[in-house]
């Protein structure tokens, strides 16, 4: 009964969506005020009964139903109850409705926080949304339906979540993910909206700006989560790995981050409106083209669910629809737009829009090293592979210009600068940042790289020009300018954020050492200074798997460290293993450890990595989401205080 209310729940919805872009079109044509406020009370409904059936597909996991196709795949009896619950968007059909859910709460809340704007805005607004819903609606009812029955024998038991799943990084990863990602909705139904209603203003970016950077700032720390969760499982350096699906969700950030930057020009300076909304088009657009990706089946992934072409054109198609019908629109709209706003060479605005355009293509090279294989292997050209060597010297040019823009970017002001003066004040950081680039590796670490260099007098550069911005700002005679709001602090934070990443990923990469060893009991290996005793190895079980575990002593000047327990875990009912790493974290540097094969009676392969700073690289996600948090609410408070 209650995978028929989830189902039922979740077609009623569809027909809330439907009346929710019908009936408020109506009042817009008829100008009637009440059938256009119909759509805040549908958004309402639409979240109500998405709940209802996101928590009857949840009841189904606890529950252990497994007449529900979607439980029995993906759970099992024997399965941890946290896992139980997770596993609820652990594939495809689940996803999906996670999806959905949180477009409706994200509906709800625009139609709450947003009653003051004006009604016909409002309306449009919802419709968009309600539109959108509608697609993944009936891609979900059509084609991955997660409330189908295995009637009338249903199975004893399940098949198991994927075992790489089986990690705490599923519970939050995921979620946080998606909250980024549906979030540009919002961002595109307001773009979309003004387009539609034919005026692109300075109080249309003022309206987007703060759910933008709300869903910017989930959409950094799901990317920070699953880059920590990648390198946990998997040992992927920490960082990135350029695998397709991870690409998926760096476009969105990357098009959002030069979004959030060009709604702020065109709130303050009421110009780049036609380049803030194709950028809001953009944001919500690679999202999609990443939900086309994961679940086509086009791309081979650890992250990929689906694998049926039927789904695969569904959201081809849908993709095509809202991609093409926004761009038409944009395009018979754009010519009308006209930017009020003036500038010149040397000004804040001109620094944002060369920011822009470099993101921009960033964004386009990477959709090119993702999709352009597929292309090839498409047309019946060949395989053909691109992954970090492609990515890492193609876009390492791009970036250090855009690194250099983030820290000198606050120092300009709007409209006019006075270079000279500029200069004066800069020179001294530059060379500074240069100093402790050249420097600060070769004190750490004994060694030098002309990449880390780079890296590292870049991620000075940022850190040390924002301090002197915020210098700047209290040494100045303007009150108002010297009041620290919480917009500029949230700002300061993101940008310094930014640093701390990039020097984490710099001094990670260029001197973490490995070694991948044959170790005996009481035999010891050692690795950047450290020792590494092998004591045992021993049997036990989990709730839903056989471990085997060595017990690791790690030393120093014949001083123990501490004691790490990698382990191997076999999931009998997938007749899967999958090894887990143990971890000694420190703010300094990380010791990774991980349990191999046994290659003989006695002896185990082991994996061993010391990796320094590689926890600045989630610390500083963790900045630049705190960042954006706190200029969602300043944005928010100033807006509320206009009203």
Request: charged share 10%; glycine share 8%; hydrophobic share 50%.
């Amino acid at each position: 009964m209650i995978p028929e209310i989830g189902h039922f729940a979740l077609i009623l919805a569809l027909v809330v969506a439907l009346v929710q872009v019908v009936i408020p079109s109506v009042g817009l044509y008829f100008q009637r005020d009440e059938l256009m406020n119909l759509g805040r009370r549908t958004a309402y409904a639409q979240f109500l009964l998405m709940s209802i059936s996101f928590a009857a597909l949840a009841s189904s996991f606890l529950l252990n139903d497994f007449s529900v196709a979607y439980v029995a795949q993906n759970s099992n009896t024997k399965l941890p109850t946290i896992y139980q619950f997770c596993a609820v968007w652990g594939s495809h059909e689940g996803s999906l409705l996670l999806w959905v859910a949180l477009l409706g709460a994200w509906t709800a809340a625009v139609a709450y926080f947003s009653r003051t704007l004006p009604l016909d805005f409002l309306a449009r607004v919802l419709i968009v949304l309600a539109l959108v819903a509608i697609g993944f609606y009936l891609l979900i009812l059509i084609t991955s339906n997660p409330f189908e029955r295995l009637l009338p024998i249903p199975p004893t038991d399940g098949r198991d979540l994927n075992s790489l799943l089986q990690d705490p990084g599923l519970v939050s990863h995921p979620p946080m993910l998606y909250l980024g990602y549906v979030g540009f909705s919002v961002a595109f139904a307001f773009a979309i909206a003004a387009l539609w209603r034919g005026g692109l203003d300075a109080s249309w970016a003022a309206w987007t700006r703060p759910w933008t950077l709300l869903a910017w700032s989930f959409l950094t720390l799901g990317v920070t989560l699953g880059s920590a969760w990648a390198y946990r499982v998997l040992g992927w350096g920490g960082f990135w790995f350029w695998d397709p699906v991870e690409n998926a969700s760096l476009m969105p950030w990357i098009t959002g981050t030069a979004l959030i930057h060009s709604l702020m020009v065109s709130a303050r300076r009421n110009t780049f409106k036609a380049w803030t909304a194709l950028l809001a088009i953009g944001a919500f657009s690679f999202s999609l083209i990443g939900t086309f990706l994961v679940r086509s089946g086009v791309l081979v992934s650890v992250h990929a669910f689906a694998v049926d072409s039927a789904r695969g054109n569904f959201i081809l198609l849908f993709l095509s629809l809202v991609i093409g019908g926004s761009l038409l629109l944009y395009a018979w709209r754009g010519q009308s737009i006209r930017n009020e706003g003036t500038f010149t060479l040397w000004s804040r605005e001109t620094l944002i829009l060369s920011g822009n355009i470099l993101l921009t293509t960033i964004v386009l090279t990477v959709l090119l090293g993702t999709v352009y294989p597929l292309i090839i292997d498409a047309l019946g050209l060949g395989k053909l592979s691109v992954g970090p060597p492609y990515f890492n010297t193609v876009l390492w040019p791009l970036m250090i210009p855009v690194l250099f823009l983030v820290g000198i970017g606050p120092l300009f002001h709007w409209q006019q600068n006075d270079t000279k003066k500029l200069w004066k004040r800069l020179r001294w950081t530059f060379l500074l940042s240069l100093l402790l680039g050249l420097l600060l590796p070769k004190l750490i670490t004994g060694q030098w790289s002309f990449h880390v260099v780079i890296g590292v007098s870049l991620a000075f550069w940022i850190l040390l020009a924002t301090l002197q911005g915020w210098t700047v700002r209290n040494a100045s005679g303007d009150v108002a300018l010297r009041k620290l709001t919480p917009g500029y602090f949230g700002m300061t934070l993101a940008h310094m954020g930014v640093a701390v990443t990039i020097l984490g990923i710099m001094l990670s990469t260029a001197y973490g050492e490995q070694r991948e060893v044959r170790l005996k009991q009481h035999e010891n290996t050692t690795l950047s200074g450290y020792e590494f005793n092998f004591d045992s190895i021993q049997q036990f079980k989990g709730p839903n798997f056989e471990a085997t575990q060595a017990t690791l002593t790690i030393k120093r000047a014949d001083k123990t460290i501490v004691t790490l327990k990698p382990e191997i875990r076999y999931y009998p009912v997938q007749d899967n293993a999958q090894p887990r790493s143990a971890i000694y974290a420190t703010f300094w540097r990380d010791i990774y450890t991980v349990l191999g094969r046994p290659l003989d009676k006695e002896s185990w392969s082991f994996r061993f990595y010391v990796k320094p700073f590689v926890r600045w690289i989630w610390a500083g996600g963790i900045m630049m989401m705190l960042g954006g948090i706190l200029a969602a609410y300043a944005r928010a408070r100033a807006l509320r205080k206009l009203t």
